[in-house]
């Protein structure tokens, strides 16, 4: 074993016993570094490939993309709606009436991300029920009986649409249309309401993400250390593949409209502090934000945890920033023209 003269054996030439086991080493270190290299970019490759298969999840496990149900099999008063978006995709909607005559608030209902508009319908139901309400409800594109494939673009393009046609319809009060969204489709309805503060009267948002940049860090834990949204520390060197960002913080204040923050603490999917971050970057440039928790509240069930504190909640809401708006509006009119919506 050669050794330079006054230097502990650790740093013997290499061609020695102690240079064998670094050797070793490097190259234990090295395949060890390739291999999770290798993974890495495995995994990025198929984030690439695939991110819209895991933001977009028309068809759940064991069930096919049809509707199970209708609003009619529950004996509710519907239309079916049929819309094509900007860019020629066919849509399929429901317009839920409380009652025929009911000219009353609105609610324009953006789903979450997995399953399509029928599985939305007990839910629905409820709400006609406690806010005798009429209710939109849009599949997105690639979503139900709708054609072509979901991307942020395309959905956003599809909300717009349905925003339209509600605009132009005459058996509705227009000025009285409020925007619904949870999950995914709180992303999608604060697009909707930003860019179009003359047709969208209110906002709410149920358990929705800051932005799906955020999320992916939450979902797939390692990539937090390359993808990021504005509220996240480090490189977010990877952003850039990502298409379908839904940076829902950037768009809350840019809100000009009343927006009500509906947040159940026990989500699953969606961590809390995601709304909590909403609503501060809404609040700092919009005076008219509520936010109100529901403790028991899962990502899902929210509405149905929270029960008539959650639906008074909403309702209180739509009074005092839809509602009595519209009654100043049409104070003029006679009252026998009235809608037999409740107000």
Same mark, same amino acid.
């Given at each position: ?50 991110? =819209? ?31 094509? $978006? ?15 005559? !009911? ?16 599985? /939305?319908?007990?839910?629905?139901? &409820? ?7 009429? *209710? ?9 009986? $709708? ?7 395309? &959905? ?22 409020? *925007?619904?969204?949870? $999950? ?19 906002? @709410? ?22 993808? +990021? ?7 977010? &060197?990877?952003?850039?593949?990502? /298409? ?7 768009? #809350?204040?840019? &809100?000009?409209?009343? @927006? ?5 603490? /026990?989500?699953?999917? #969606? ?17 008219? !934000? ?24 909403? +309702? ?7 509602? =009595?708006? +519209?009654? =100043? ?9 009235? $809608?037999?919506?409740?107000?």
């Amino acid at each position: 074993m050669k050794c330079n003269q006054g230097r502990e054996p650790s740093f013997c030439s290499t061609d020695g016993l102690f240079g064998e086991r670094e050797r070793e080493m490097v190259s234990y270190m090295s395949l060890l570094s390739y291999g999770i290299g290798g993974i890495v970019v495995a995994g990025m490759a198929l984030l690439v490939a695939f991110q =819209e298969k895991l933001v977009y999840v028309p068809v759940l496990p064991g069930l096919t993309k049809s509707y199970p149900i209708t609003p009619g099999r529950l004996r509710l008063l519907f239309e079916d709606v049929w819309l094509t $978006s900007s860019d020629g995709v066919r849509l399929h909607s429901w317009l839920i009436k409380f009652s025929p005559d !009911c000219t009353g608030p609105t609610i324009l209902f953006f789903q979450e991300n997995a399953g399509n508009i029928a599985h /939305r319908l007990e839910m629905v139901r &409820i709400m006609l029920q406690k806010l005798h309400c009429n *209710v939109f409800m849009l599949s997105y594109r690639g979503y139900g009986a $709708s054609d072509g494939y979901p991307s942020q673009q395309g &959905i956003t393009r599809d909300a717009q649409a349905a925003l339209d046609h509600l605009s132009q319809r005459t058996d509705i009060d227009t000025s009285q249309i409020i *925007v619904f969204g949870r $999950s995914l489709g709180g992303a999608v309805g604060a697009v909707v309401t930003r860019n179009n503060p003359d047709k969208v009267a209110a906002l @709410i948002l149920e358990n929705t993400f800051t932005s799906i940049l955020d999320m992916a860090g939450v979902l797939l834990p390692f990539l937090k250390w390359f993808i +990021g949204g504005s509220t996240s520390k480090g490189p977010k &060197i990877l952003n850039f593949v990502v /298409r379908s960002p839904w940076s829902t913080i950037d768009v #809350v204040g840019q &809100i000009k409209q009343p @927006i009500l923050f509906l947040s159940g603490l /026990r989500d699953e999917m #969606v961590p809390p502090f995601h709304m909590e971050m909403l609503y501060a970057k809404a609040a700092a440039h919009n005076k008219k !934000c509520i936010f109100v928790d529901f403790p028991t509240g899962m990502h899902m069930d929210t509405w149905l945890a929270g029960g008539d504190h959650y639906w008074k909640t909403v +309702g209180t809401f739509l009074q005092q920033n839809v509602l =009595e708006k +519209g009654d =100043e509006s049409h104070h003029n009119k006679n009252d026998s023209e009235s $809608s037999d919506c409740a107000r």
